[in-house]
Protein backbone atom coordinates (compact mmCIF):
# COMPACT_ATOMS: atom_id res chain seq x y z
CA UNK A 1 0.00 0.00 0.00
CA UNK A 2 2.68 2.58 0.63
CA UNK A 3 4.50 2.00 -2.76
CA UNK A 4 1.29 3.13 -4.38
CA UNK A 5 1.63 6.56 -2.08
CA UNK A 6 5.22 7.32 -3.67
CA UNK A 7 7.02 7.25 -7.16
CA UNK A 8 8.81 3.77 -7.30
CA UNK A 9 8.93 0.73 -9.24
CA UNK A 10 5.26 0.97 -10.53
CA UNK A 11 6.20 4.09 -12.16
CA UNK A 12 9.36 3.31 -13.73
CA UNK A 13 7.83 0.65 -15.36
CA UNK A 14 4.22 2.68 -16.20
CA UNK A 15 6.68 4.89 -18.19
CA UNK A 16 8.90 1.92 -20.31
CA UNK A 17 5.02 0.73 -21.18
CA UNK A 18 4.62 4.03 -22.66
CA UNK A 19 7.75 4.31 -24.25
CA UNK A 20 7.08 0.70 -25.93
CA UNK A 21 3.40 1.77 -26.94
CA UNK A 22 4.70 5.42 -28.38
CA UNK A 23 6.67 3.65 -30.63
CA UNK A 24 4.75 0.49 -31.65
CA UNK A 25 2.02 3.09 -33.16
CA UNK A 26 5.44 4.24 -35.69
CA UNK A 27 6.07 0.44 -35.76
CA UNK A 28 2.78 -0.62 -36.73
CA UNK A 29 2.22 2.25 -39.17
CA UNK A 30 5.43 1.18 -41.15
CA UNK A 31 4.55 -2.77 -40.99
CA UNK A 32 0.83 -1.90 -42.67
CA UNK A 33 2.95 -1.28 -45.53
CA UNK A 34 3.35 -4.68 -46.02
CA UNK A 35 0.53 -6.32 -44.09
CA UNK A 36 -3.43 -5.99 -44.23
CA UNK A 37 -4.04 -4.18 -40.80
CA UNK A 38 -6.29 -7.43 -39.97
CA UNK A 39 -3.59 -10.08 -41.44
CA UNK A 40 -1.64 -7.80 -39.04
CA UNK A 41 -3.61 -7.44 -35.72
CA UNK A 42 -4.23 -11.20 -35.87
CA UNK A 43 -1.06 -12.71 -36.62
CA UNK A 44 -0.14 -10.49 -33.47
CA UNK A 45 -2.86 -11.48 -31.17
CA UNK A 46 -2.40 -14.84 -31.84
CA UNK A 47 1.12 -15.04 -30.88
CA UNK A 48 0.97 -12.15 -27.86
CA UNK A 49 -1.92 -14.41 -26.21
CA UNK A 50 -0.02 -17.77 -26.83
CA UNK A 51 2.95 -16.19 -25.51
CA UNK A 52 1.87 -15.22 -22.06
CA UNK A 53 -0.51 -18.67 -21.94
CA UNK A 54 2.81 -20.76 -22.47
CA UNK A 55 4.66 -18.52 -19.48
CA UNK A 56 1.55 -18.98 -17.24
CA UNK A 57 2.31 -22.76 -18.05
CA UNK A 58 5.42 -22.44 -17.45
CA UNK A 59 4.99 -20.88 -13.90
CA UNK A 60 2.51 -23.42 -13.58
CA UNK A 61 -0.07 -20.90 -12.22
CA UNK A 62 -3.07 -22.99 -14.25
CA UNK A 63 -5.86 -21.49 -16.40
CA UNK A 64 -8.35 -22.22 -13.97
CA UNK A 65 -11.01 -19.55 -13.57
CA UNK A 66 -13.91 -19.64 -10.66
CA UNK A 67 -17.17 -19.27 -12.51
CA UNK A 68 -18.06 -16.00 -11.43
CA UNK A 69 -14.85 -14.89 -12.78
CA UNK A 70 -14.89 -16.40 -16.39
CA UNK A 71 -18.23 -14.57 -17.65
CA UNK A 72 -16.97 -11.36 -16.45
CA UNK A 73 -13.33 -12.33 -18.40
CA UNK A 74 -15.46 -13.44 -21.28
CA UNK A 75 -17.21 -10.00 -21.92
CA UNK A 76 -14.40 -8.14 -20.81
CA UNK A 77 -11.82 -10.13 -23.18
CA UNK A 78 -14.58 -8.76 -25.93
CA UNK A 79 -14.44 -5.39 -25.09
CA UNK A 80 -10.77 -4.84 -24.15
CA UNK A 81 -9.36 -7.08 -26.83
CA UNK A 82 -12.19 -8.04 -29.75
CA UNK A 83 -13.68 -4.76 -30.13
CA UNK A 84 -10.82 -2.26 -28.82
CA UNK A 85 -8.40 -3.90 -31.46
CA UNK A 86 -11.01 -3.34 -33.99
CA UNK A 87 -11.30 -0.35 -33.69
CA UNK A 88 -7.55 0.92 -32.78
CA UNK A 89 -6.13 -1.11 -36.25
CA UNK A 90 -8.23 0.43 -38.40
CA UNK A 91 -8.52 4.02 -37.04
CA UNK A 92 -4.40 4.04 -37.00
CA UNK A 93 -4.59 2.45 -40.95
CA UNK A 94 -6.97 5.61 -41.64
CA UNK A 95 -4.87 8.52 -39.63
CA UNK A 96 -1.86 9.56 -38.72
CA UNK A 97 0.21 8.77 -35.51
CA UNK A 98 0.49 11.84 -33.80
CA UNK A 99 -3.46 12.18 -34.40
CA UNK A 100 -3.94 8.28 -33.21
CA UNK A 101 -1.50 9.04 -29.85
CA UNK A 102 -3.37 12.03 -29.23
CA UNK A 103 -7.07 11.15 -29.43
CA UNK A 104 -5.82 7.55 -27.25
CA UNK A 105 -4.76 10.84 -24.27
CA UNK A 106 -8.41 11.62 -23.49
CA UNK A 107 -8.55 7.69 -22.17
CA UNK A 108 -7.47 8.75 -18.47
CA UNK A 109 -10.78 10.89 -18.23
CA UNK A 110 -12.49 8.43 -19.21
CA UNK A 111 -10.98 6.26 -16.92
CA UNK A 112 -11.51 8.45 -13.95
CA UNK A 113 -14.99 9.29 -14.88
CA UNK A 114 -16.05 5.62 -15.08
CA UNK A 115 -13.68 4.87 -11.85
CA UNK A 116 -16.10 7.95 -10.26
CA UNK A 117 -19.22 6.62 -11.08
CA UNK A 118 -18.86 2.85 -10.38
CA UNK A 119 -17.58 4.29 -7.37
CA UNK A 120 -13.97 2.27 -7.06
CA UNK A 121 -12.47 5.30 -6.29
CA UNK A 122 -12.34 8.48 -4.94
CA UNK A 123 -10.64 11.23 -6.80
CA UNK A 124 -8.42 13.57 -4.88
CA UNK A 125 -8.76 17.32 -6.03
CA UNK A 126 -5.27 17.98 -7.26
CA UNK A 127 -5.74 15.06 -9.44
CA UNK A 128 -8.73 16.06 -10.99
CA UNK A 129 -6.33 19.27 -11.27
CA UNK A 130 -3.80 17.11 -13.36
CA UNK A 131 -6.11 15.39 -15.04
CA UNK A 132 -7.54 18.84 -15.96
CA UNK A 133 -4.41 20.23 -16.93
CA UNK A 134 -3.19 17.36 -19.12
CA UNK A 135 -6.32 17.71 -21.04
CA UNK A 136 -5.11 21.28 -21.69
CA UNK A 137 -2.03 20.42 -22.94
CA UNK A 138 -3.69 17.54 -25.13
CA UNK A 139 -5.86 20.03 -26.66
CA UNK A 140 -2.69 22.26 -27.07
CA UNK A 141 -1.04 19.40 -28.74
CA UNK A 142 -4.10 19.07 -31.58
CA UNK A 143 -4.33 22.42 -32.53
CA UNK A 144 -1.33 22.47 -34.89
CA UNK A 145 -1.74 19.18 -37.16
CA UNK A 146 -0.92 20.96 -40.24
CA UNK A 147 -3.57 19.70 -42.29
CA UNK A 148 -6.74 20.84 -43.39
CA UNK A 149 -9.87 20.71 -41.32
CA UNK A 150 -12.20 17.62 -42.23
CA UNK A 151 -15.05 18.38 -44.37
CA UNK A 152 -17.09 14.83 -44.48
CA UNK A 153 -17.07 12.08 -42.29
CA UNK A 154 -14.96 10.14 -44.55
CA UNK A 155 -11.90 12.11 -43.60
CA UNK A 156 -12.78 11.82 -39.49
CA UNK A 157 -13.26 8.31 -39.80
CA UNK A 158 -10.25 6.98 -38.80
CA UNK A 159 -10.44 10.01 -35.73
CA UNK A 160 -13.79 8.67 -34.66
CA UNK A 161 -12.49 4.82 -34.29
CA UNK A 162 -9.57 5.64 -32.27
CA UNK A 163 -12.00 7.91 -29.67
CA UNK A 164 -14.44 5.09 -29.70
CA UNK A 165 -11.38 2.49 -28.69
CA UNK A 166 -10.31 4.91 -26.25
CA UNK A 167 -13.48 4.50 -24.29
CA UNK A 168 -13.90 0.52 -24.86
CA UNK A 169 -10.23 0.57 -23.27
CA UNK A 170 -11.44 2.43 -20.26
CA UNK A 171 -14.13 0.57 -19.60
CA UNK A 172 -12.02 -3.00 -19.94
CA UNK A 173 -9.79 -1.16 -17.62
CA UNK A 174 -12.33 0.11 -14.99
CA UNK A 175 -14.16 -3.02 -14.58
CA UNK A 176 -11.31 -5.44 -14.67
CA UNK A 177 -9.60 -3.64 -11.53
CA UNK A 178 -12.11 -5.83 -8.83
CA UNK A 179 -11.07 -8.93 -10.53
CA UNK A 180 -6.89 -7.32 -10.14
CA UNK A 181 -8.19 -7.87 -6.10
CA UNK A 182 -8.02 -12.09 -6.57
CA UNK A 183 -6.57 -12.48 -10.14
CA UNK A 184 -2.65 -12.01 -10.56
CA UNK A 185 -2.27 -9.27 -13.27
CA UNK A 186 -0.43 -11.68 -15.54
CA UNK A 187 -3.45 -14.04 -15.63
CA UNK A 188 -5.66 -12.22 -16.05
CA UNK A 189 -3.67 -10.37 -18.67
CA UNK A 190 -3.37 -13.50 -20.34
CA UNK A 191 -6.71 -15.13 -20.14
CA UNK A 192 -8.79 -12.03 -21.15
CA UNK A 193 -6.52 -11.58 -24.54
CA UNK A 194 -6.97 -15.16 -24.87
CA UNK A 195 -10.44 -14.85 -25.08
CA UNK A 196 -10.68 -11.88 -27.01
CA UNK A 197 -8.08 -13.49 -29.71
CA UNK A 198 -10.58 -16.30 -30.09
CA UNK A 199 -13.26 -13.66 -31.37
CA UNK A 200 -11.29 -11.87 -32.97
CA UNK A 201 -10.03 -14.61 -35.61
CA UNK A 202 -13.06 -14.61 -37.38
CA UNK A 203 -12.19 -11.06 -38.42
CA UNK A 204 -8.28 -11.44 -39.19
CA UNK A 205 -8.86 -15.37 -40.84
CA UNK A 206 -8.93 -14.53 -44.15
CA UNK A 207 -6.10 -12.23 -44.52
CA UNK A 208 -4.16 -13.98 -42.14
CA UNK A 209 -4.33 -17.18 -44.52
CA UNK A 210 -3.69 -14.64 -47.28
CA UNK A 211 -0.72 -12.92 -46.24
CA UNK A 212 1.98 -13.22 -48.82
CA UNK A 213 4.71 -14.81 -46.27
CA UNK A 214 7.75 -14.53 -48.61
CA UNK A 215 7.04 -11.19 -49.72
CA UNK A 216 7.30 -9.57 -46.38
CA UNK A 217 10.42 -8.27 -45.12
CA UNK A 218 12.87 -8.30 -42.38
CA UNK A 219 11.40 -5.03 -41.30
CA UNK A 220 8.01 -6.27 -41.70
CA UNK A 221 8.60 -9.36 -39.39
CA UNK A 222 10.89 -7.60 -36.93
CA UNK A 223 7.75 -5.00 -35.98
CA UNK A 224 5.28 -7.56 -35.80
CA UNK A 225 8.01 -8.93 -33.11
CA UNK A 226 8.07 -6.11 -31.52
CA UNK A 227 4.01 -5.17 -31.40
CA UNK A 228 3.17 -9.03 -30.25
CA UNK A 229 6.19 -9.26 -27.44
CA UNK A 230 6.68 -6.19 -26.25
CA UNK A 231 3.30 -3.87 -26.69
CA UNK A 232 0.87 -6.64 -26.31
CA UNK A 233 2.50 -9.08 -24.04
CA UNK A 234 5.05 -7.43 -21.86
CA UNK A 235 3.02 -3.89 -21.64
CA UNK A 236 -0.42 -5.30 -20.79
CA UNK A 237 0.98 -7.24 -17.98
CA UNK A 238 2.73 -4.14 -16.40
CA UNK A 239 -0.33 -2.07 -17.12
CA UNK A 240 -2.32 -4.04 -15.01
CA UNK A 241 0.23 -4.53 -12.68
CA UNK A 242 0.29 -0.75 -11.90
CA UNK A 243 -3.52 -0.90 -12.11
CA UNK A 244 -3.77 -3.42 -8.98
CA UNK A 245 -1.14 -1.31 -7.30
CA UNK A 246 -2.09 2.51 -7.97
CA UNK A 247 -5.71 2.38 -8.83
CA UNK A 248 -7.12 3.00 -12.84
CA UNK A 249 -6.93 6.85 -12.17
CA UNK A 250 -3.14 6.74 -11.38
CA UNK A 251 -2.50 4.35 -13.74
CA UNK A 252 -3.99 6.10 -16.87
CA UNK A 253 -2.86 9.42 -16.31
CA UNK A 254 0.23 8.29 -17.72
CA UNK A 255 -1.39 7.52 -21.39
CA UNK A 256 -0.96 11.56 -21.91
CA UNK A 257 2.42 10.96 -21.86
CA UNK A 258 2.20 8.31 -25.07
CA UNK A 259 1.49 11.23 -27.26
CA UNK A 260 4.59 13.28 -26.40
CA UNK A 261 6.91 9.89 -27.27
CA UNK A 262 5.16 8.93 -29.97
CA UNK A 263 4.55 12.53 -31.83
CA UNK A 264 8.28 12.55 -31.83
CA UNK A 265 9.11 9.15 -33.50
CA UNK A 266 6.38 9.50 -35.97
CA UNK A 267 8.67 12.68 -36.87
CA UNK A 268 11.78 11.40 -37.08
CA UNK A 269 10.70 7.67 -38.46
CA UNK A 270 7.78 8.91 -40.81
CA UNK A 271 8.38 12.50 -41.26
CA UNK A 272 4.64 13.82 -39.30
CA UNK A 273 5.36 17.36 -38.16
CA UNK A 274 5.54 19.01 -35.27
CA UNK A 275 4.82 22.46 -33.72
CA UNK A 276 6.14 24.54 -30.89
CA UNK A 277 2.50 24.49 -29.68
CA UNK A 278 2.78 21.01 -29.64
CA UNK A 279 5.81 21.15 -27.81
CA UNK A 280 4.36 23.30 -25.10
CA UNK A 281 1.32 21.29 -24.92
CA UNK A 282 3.95 18.03 -24.31
CA UNK A 283 5.38 20.15 -21.08
CA UNK A 284 1.97 20.80 -20.05
CA UNK A 285 1.18 17.16 -20.12
CA UNK A 286 4.26 15.99 -18.27
CA UNK A 287 3.76 18.61 -15.70
CA UNK A 288 -0.25 17.43 -15.10
CA UNK A 289 0.37 13.73 -15.22
CA UNK A 290 2.96 14.26 -11.93
CA UNK A 291 -0.02 16.45 -10.33
CA UNK A 292 -2.51 13.64 -10.73
CA UNK A 293 0.18 11.13 -9.53
CA UNK A 294 1.78 12.63 -6.75
CA UNK A 295 1.18 16.27 -6.32
CA UNK A 296 -2.18 15.42 -3.53
CA UNK A 297 0.72 13.93 -1.18
CA UNK A 298 2.57 18.08 -1.34
CA UNK A 299 -1.11 19.21 -0.47
CA UNK A 300 -1.64 16.25 2.45
CA UNK A 301 2.05 17.26 3.56
CA UNK A 302 0.99 20.81 3.77
CA UNK A 303 -2.04 19.93 5.66
CA UNK A 304 -0.86 17.79 8.13
CA UNK A 305 1.78 20.49 8.98
CA UNK A 306 -1.01 23.07 9.50
CA UNK A 307 -2.86 20.80 12.12
CA UNK A 308 0.41 19.67 13.80
CA UNK A 309 0.79 23.67 14.44
CA UNK A 310 -2.93 23.63 15.68
CA UNK A 311 -2.61 21.02 18.08
Not at 231 to 249: D, E, K, P, Q
Not at 281 to 307: C, E, H, N, P, Q
Request: some cysteine; aromatic content about 16%; overall charge positive.
Amino acid sequence: MEESKKIGATDLFMLLAVLIWAVNFTVIKIALREFTPQGFNGLRLFFASLLLILILLVRREGLYMARSDLWKAVVLGIIGHTAYQLLFIHGLNWTSVSNTSIIMAITPVFIALLSTFSKQERIHWAAWAGIFSSFIGFCFVIARQDRAFPHSLQDLKGDLLIFAGSFFWAVYTVFSKPQLERIAPLKWTSLTLAIGTFFYLPFSLNDMVHIPWKEVSLQGWSGLFYSSLFSIAAAYVIWYASVRRIGNSKTAVYGYIIPVFAVLTAYIFLGERISPIQAAGALIILGGVYLARSGYRFFDRKKKTTLSKTT
